[in-house]
């Protein structure tokens, strides 16, 4: 059974008070989009989403498995999806900005 974007999403309190779109839009679609197996509109939908599920993923094995590099590791996995973030959401806000 395919889930649809409508069945268990949660509103941005950001969008419903000022009506602009927050950092984390779409990472809710974009992961249902994922379960669906629809990769490209996952990543159209929020290009952060890959990031922050290996940074889970390592997150996860590191409680089974000490890595030598842990902070450093945590630190690198951090900047890059802040930079992804950030990017991302100018990119998607430069329509809001252009006449």
Do not use: E
């Amino acid at each position: 059974m395919l889930l649809t974007t409508n069945d268990y999403l949660l509103p941005c309190l950001n969008k419903s008070l000022f009506g602009i779109d927050c950092p984390g839009c779409g990472i809710q679609r974009a992961f249902i989009l994922l379960i669906n197996g629809d990769f490209v509109a996952a990543f159209k939908m929020y290009p952060a989403i890959y990031t922050l599920l290996l940074f889970g993923a390592f997150v996860v094995i590191n409680y089974k498995v000490k890595f030598k590099n842990t902070k450093k590791i945590i630190i690198s996995f951090t900047t890059i999806n802040v930079l992804v973030i950030v990017i991302s959401y100018c990119i998607k806000m430069k329509a809001l900005y252009t006449l």
